[in-house]
Antibody, heavy 119, light 107 residues
Framework: EVQLVESGGGLVQPGGSLRLSCAAS????????MNWVRQAPGKGLEWVAN????????FYVDSVKGRFIISRDNAKNSLYLQMDSLRADDTAVYYC????????????WGQGTLVTVSS | DIQMTQSPSTLSASVGDRVTITCRAS??????LAWYQQKPGKAPKLLLY???TLEGGVPTRFSGSGSGTEFTLTISSLQPDDFATYYC?????????FGGGTKVEIK
């Protein structure tokens, strides 16, 4: 059974940093693109970043470029999102999601972890 | 960036109704479109991809159509479990973008 479990969310002050983790199990982690998708309270979905199975190809939405870094450790079956220079508009539930093999659509999702940026 | 526009934003319907949600892309995305269902407090669930391919385990009352810039999600006979918010997502080009969502409410 595919499982994705996010951790690392919490309350952080504007300008601060946070590192999210996603522990994956039930599939060959290194074979799949992985994503971070966020959802601000009461708002829609926003794709944040993704990373290819080998970690060599990465994409970001413009609003997080230069502030967030997506990475993975295939030996630990883990996905990460290092978030720096956090702003109030980064407040959201952050979901880790695994793509279908040949399409950039997310088939499996974690339960999400809430990041709140506030003073 | 490709903008995805869904309509309506809210839809009131009854059990048994046929429901259609529209998603328009700001430029052609061929058939690189997915649909998700999300219930309050839960992660999204993939329903369809490549505009019309049903994800495994998804009931056949859900169907998708379209290509280029206009797409539809149809629920042939609305069931109680279908009251939720639906999102389209294009994956033709980066950044991947979602529509604003359509909330299907009980009439």
């Amino acid at each position: 059974e595919v499982q994705l479990v996010e951790s690392g969310g919490g309350l952080v002050q504007p300008g601060g940093s946070l590192r999210l983790s996603c522990a994956a199990s039930g599939f060959t982690f290194s074979s799949y693109w992985m994503n971070w998708v966020r959802q601000a309270p009461g708002k829609g979905l926003e794709w944040v970043a993704n990373i290819k199975g080998d970690g060599r190809t990465i994409f970001y939405v413009d609003s997080v470029k230069g502030r967030f870094i997506i990475s993975r450790d295939n030996a630990k079956n883990s996905l990460y999102l290092q978030m720096d220079s956090l702003r109030a508009d980064d407040t959201a539930v952050y979901y880790c999601a695994r793509d279908i093999e040949s399409h950039r659509v997310s088939e499996y999702w974690g339960q999400g972890t809430l990041v709140t940026v506030s003073s | 960036d490709i903008q995805m526009t869904q309509s309506p934003s809210t839809l009131s319907a009854s059990v048994g109704d046929r429901v259609t949600i529209t998603c328009r892309a700001s430029q052609s995305i061929s058939t690189w479109l997915a649909w998700y269902q999300q219930k309050p407090g839960k992660a999204p669930k993939l329903l369809l991809y490549k505009a019309s391919t049903l994800e495994g385990g998804v009931p056949t009352r859900f169907s998708g159509s379209g290509s280029g810039t206009e797409f539809t999600l149809t629920i042939s006979s609305l069931q109680p479990d279908d009251f939720a918010t639906y999102y389209c997502q294009q994956y033709n080009s980066y950044p991947l973008t979602f529509g604003g969502g359509t909330k299907v409410e009980i009439k």
